[in-house]
T-cell receptor, first 116, second 113 residues
């Protein structure tokens, strides 16, 4: 079974500051890991994903995440926060990408607030 | 064109009623899903269909019945609605083998009174 834990349900950063959202995973098989973002009143959209290739993954909107097996972590970072980054961020894990069976297990989300 | 569209966006109903939520995707994807997001934002998969075939059926009450008339549509019918069914229901789709990249609809906010 797979699970993810997101540390911090709310994170506030100043505009221009570093964004760091934490995610730790648990998986009995090599995991596939994802970060999704949800803007108010919208569905989730994929920011980036790790599928056993490069451990440093770059996504959209300047976000990136690093897979660290020794720490079972997949933290999301962005060097400089922008007001438009304010949203809910979800980490997710899958035990594999199978035909018709992309079962993602989501974390409980982290709400990111940007302070002007 | 919206890639994954759900209707209605809001649904307010009384306990005991039966309601349906419709979902359509125009991405040509093979797989569609229903996810439930509770008031604490926790998101959990309910069902997935691949080419009209049920693949994933989590421990969801029998009152919930998905139907996929074709691979572009996945509807969710809920019988005998209960207060605990109040949540946001998201439809999503993906292309098999596309590495878990899901495209989500904008959600249906269901409120059971």
């Amino acid at each position: 079974a797979q699970s993810v834990t997101q540390l911090g349900s709310h994170v506030s950063v100043s505009e221009g500051a570093l964004v760091l959202l934490r995610c730790n995973y648990s998986s009995s098989v090599p995991p596939y890991l994802f970060w999704y973002v949800q803007y108010p009143n919208q569905g989730l959209q994929l920011l980036l994903k790790y599928t056993s290739a490069a451990t440093l993954v770059k996504g959209i909107n300047g976000f990136e995440a690093e897979f660290k097996k020794s720490e079972t972590s997949f933290h999301l970072t962005k060097p400089s926060a922008h007001m438009s980054d304010a949203a809910e961020y979800f980490c997710a894990v899958s035990g594999g990408i199978n035909f018709g069976n992309e079962k993602l297990t989501f974390g409980t989300g982290t709400r990111l607030t940007i302070i002007p | 064109d919206t890639a994954v569209s759900q209707t209605p966006k809001y649904l307010v109903t009384q306990m005991g009623n039966d309601k349906s939520i419709k979902c359509e995707q125009n991405l040509g994807h093979d797989t569609m899903y229903w996810y439930k997001q509770d008031s604490k934002k926790f998101l959990k998969i309910m069902f997935s269909y691949n080419n009209k075939e049920l693949i994933i059926n989590e421990t969801v009450p029998n009152r919930f019945s998905p139907k996929s008339p074709d691979k572009a549509h996945l509807n969710l019918h809920i019988n005998s609605l209960e207060l605990g069914d109040s949540a946001v229901y998201f439809c999503a789709s993906s292309q098999a083998g596309d590495g878990g990249k899901l495209f989500f609809g904008s959600g249906t906010q269901l409120s059971v009174l």
